[in-house]
């Protein structure tokens, strides 16, 4: 077709006023502004062409659940594991771009989070990402601050916020996102920040070491066209991080209780990140271009009004739970462990049933 400068240059002579061309007559004084049209769509064309030429880009994910502690946070923390690479891979991602890293072994998970696992599976994805690709790494757990270092909480030797940095920076993804839903997260956003990459962190500082809420949430979100604002049918990093935390402020005011975490989003690679990340803070502009999941027809998340229930019973079950080791101190000790023991078991089947129709429509689900 020739360069957009030559199309313009043949355009010239071939548009004179009152000549007619492909059976159209262009009356005099219309020669410029229809150069200038047919020119920007001869560019356009070039530019498809390019990027047709140019290298897909493709998607990885590693999703690294820690110890819970106790048997209460271990099932959530378990469950929002699953819940996540269940919708990452029902989104579409493959199983070879697609990890999910636990404190124990069960069906989907690709390895054990200790360090020597993590570490040899980032040297492995540094070997094959291309600068052209986007990588994302999801921590779901506790974590916890000691005034030097953020450290999350997994079977052995923990990693520190400056460890999963220089881990990171071996990745060669241009673009990279780093959602860090741990308690005291906000500790590690400094050291993890850089040009190119997201940072969500679930608290705005160390000090804030209750056990986060924030990761239900924003998985929920990833499930919800809810948080598809701007209607694209795509859910970008932005748009989870603002349903995360609107749901999060609604989950303490509902209990009344004081909010002990308040989420920070820094994607600029400067500064101390944002609560509202919009053009007055200046962030969110590259959060806003990372797609986390796809809606519509190239999504697959099951969604049937069976599953919108038990989703829902699940988020029920899940606050009440927490609501039940807040008022512990207030409680008989019998009592307590009762209803949390029901609400535990409740859970569980609540979630049994909901892995067995999402397994139903995924019958190549890695093996454990």
Not at 16 to 41: D, E, M, N, Y
Not at 286 to 292: F, K, Q, R, V
């Amino acid at each position: 077709m020739g360069s957009p400068k030559t199309v313009a240059n043949h355009l010239t002579v071939i548009l004179k006023p009152g000549r007619i061309l492909s059976g159209h007559f262009f009356p005099a004084g219309t020669r410029f502004a229809l150069c200038w049209v047919l020119l920007i769509q001869a560019a356009g064309l070039s530019a498809s062409v390019l990027r047709a030429q140019a290298p897909q880009e493709l998607a990885y994910a590693v999703v690294v659940t820690g110890l819970g502690g106790e048997p209460a946070y271990e099932k959530l923390i378990e469950g929002w594991g699953k819940d996540l690479y269940t919708v990452l891979k029902s989104n579409g991602l493959p199983e070879d771009r697609l990890f999910w890293l636990a404190a124990s072994r069960q069906k989907g998970v690709y390895a054990e989070s200790r360090r020597e696992q993590i570490v040899q599976l980032l040297e492995k994805l540094a070997a094959r990402i291309r600068p052209e690709d986007v990588f994302q790494l999801f921590l779901i757990g506790h974590g916890s601050y000691d005034e030097y270092d953020y450290r999350f909480s997994i079977p052995g030797p923990d990693l520190t916020a400056s460890q999963w940095n220089e881990l990171l920076g071996r990745i060669r993804a241009g673009k990279q996102v780093v959602i860090n839903m741990t308690s005291s997260s906000g500790a590690s956003l400094p050291v993890l920040q850089r040009k190119g990459r997201v940072v969500i962190a679930s608290t705005s500082a160390g000090r804030e070491r209750n056990f986060s809420v924030f990761a239900r949430y924003f998985i929920e979100a990833l499930q919800e066209s809810a948080a598809d604002a701007n209607k694209n049918e795509e859910i970008s990093a932005l748009e989870a991080f603002r349903y995360a935390t609107h749901e999060v402020s609604r989950y303490y005011e509902s209990y009344k209780r004081l909010a002990t975490e308040h989420a920070l989003l820094e994607d600029r690679g400067e500064g101390e990140g944002s609560r509202e990340a919009t053009p007055e803070t200046r962030q969110g502009l590259l959060a806003s271009s990372i797609a986390l999941v796809h809606l519509g027809g190239s999504r697959t998340v099951l969604d049937t009004p069976e599953v919108r229930e038990l989703r829902a019973r699940k988020r029920k079950l899940e606050e009440a739970i927490e609501e039940q080791k807040y008022r512990k101190a207030a409680l008989d000790t019998e009592e307590y462990f009762q209803e949390l023991e029901r609400l535990l078991l409740e859970l569980s089947t609540t979630q049994q049933r909901l892995d067995g129709l999402e397994n139903a429509e995924d019958p190549n689900e890695r093996k454990p």
